[in-house]
């Protein structure tokens, strides 16, 4: 009996699955945290920055007028309404979508009503009383250039679905090719799908893609009268490294010594071999 020989996935293959999965996996992480946190985080940093930016620019307009007792009487009566920013004036808009537990509409934050804080701000440059506020709030996200309305944030879900689908599916081809492997020995083809192949079962062996692409096709009779289509991949089990004896091209040459079937080669490649016809009795 002729030594077996295997052939295992390739390292390449292997590769390019598990990179395959970590991308997709990395950006499931991503757009779920954005859907379910981020996006609702940079619109309470953007509409509380819009806040203190009209409290400042009121304060400094009314200032010759103001009383602390009078600013704090009216800062106590405005409120952050978290319109979509651009349709601020619609009354019929629905709020952005903001994390939980967060007040709609949510009253101005005690540092507006403070009469010094305000004064002070007015000498400092653009931006540092809401600075100082973030901090104090553990506000963590930066202030973005526009805010999410429900509809982006719906996307973000909807993009991660699909990614996680397709991280789902490369976690999948990575294991089952994990658990295969193509051989052959002295009287038996194993295909990576299973089974056992006598070679007086092989019907056709069709090579068009062999030398262009490592990919070839078989069939093989079946006990019930049909043809099993039996795909051989060699650039995924076996491989063609020089160094490693070529596994994948050892394996189709024992095959080809051992068949006696209808070869099919060196013809214009087609882009999905058809099933040939059987050979007359």
Sequence with gaps: MSDRIVCKPTPWFLLRAAAMLLMFGIFSVLFFRDAKWGYREENLAFHLSKAFERATSEFKAKQAELTPESWRAY???????????????????APVPVPEGTPVPMPWPEKLHDYEAMKASLDQEQGKLFNEYRLEADIKKDVPDHDYPQRKITEQWVVFGICLVLAVGAL???????????AIDGEAFYPASGGKIPFADLSSLDLRRWDTKGLAFAWARTPGGSDRKLRIDGLTYGGFKKEDDEPAERLMRRLRENFSGELIE???????????AEPAS
């Design 172 to 182: 999948f081809v990575l294991l089952r090719t994990l658990g295969r492997s193509l």
């Design 75 to 93: 800062a106590s009566q405005q409120s952050v309404d978290f319109l979509p920013h651009a349709s601020k004036d619609q009354k019929d808009v």
């Design 266 to 276: 060196y013809v214009t490649e087609s882009e999905e071999p058809a099933k040939p």
